[in-house]
């Protein structure tokens, strides 16, 4: 498995407001907007396929085999992925075959774009070896994506910047 080679420093983390500041008081598990994500992609094969969707993939015997994964979790998670509407199944038909269908992003799941190239870009300091593999780039330039984290307003935002709390309470 790689590995990080520069973890010793410590960074900042978002900062706690409100109700979150006592670390004691509250949990989010079963309603943070983070766990829902895990639950619909947090697999590695679900993110596997996603990949392989995002890179063009369609047809079903195309994505397990570029997946590398078995037929039946590669069903599995396909099935999953549709019924949460990451993907939709739509129909083709070769001449002289039965009705079959290919998988497709929907709305919701072109939105995942920026965390695939946020798991890109982190997915190269993995590497020791960074003359190889894919890279995302700007077809109108050819420059290197890089995702960012922008507030709605449009300031960046670095980590140590952002601050979680329950939604409405900055309002009040």
């Not at 949990?27 to 992609?41: D, M, N, P, Q």
């Not at 994964?69 to 396909?78: F, I």
């Not at 982190?122 to 995702?147: I, K, M, S």
Request: proline share 2%; net charge negative.
């Amino acid at each position: 498995m790689a590995t990080l080679s520069d973890n010793s420093d410590s960074v900042a983390v978002i900062e706690r407001q409100g109700a979150f500041i006592d670390r004691d008081a509250w949990t989010a598990a079963g309603w943070c907007r983070l766990e829902t994500a895990f639950e619909v992609i947090g697999t590695r094969s679900a993110l596997v396929l996603l990949r392989e969707v995002f890179y063009g993939g369609t047809r079903f015997d195309e994505l397990v085999r570029r997946a590398g994964l078995s037929e039946a979790v590669a069903a599995g998670r396909l099935k999953d992925l549709v019924a949460c509407g990451v993907l939709t199944q739509r129909p083709y038909q070769d001449p002289g075959t039965r009705t079959r269908y290919e998988y497709v992003l929907t709305k919701a799941g072109a939105q995942l774009y920026p965390i695939v190239v946020a798991l890109t870009q982190w997915g190269e300091l993995l590497r020791e070896d960074h003359e190889t593999g894919v890279e995302l780039v700007h077809e109108g330039c050819g420059a290197h994506l890089h995702a960012e984290v922008r507030c709605a307003q449009g300031h960046r935002v670095p980590l140590g910047s952002a601050v979680v709390r329950l939604k409405n309470e900055g309002n009040r």
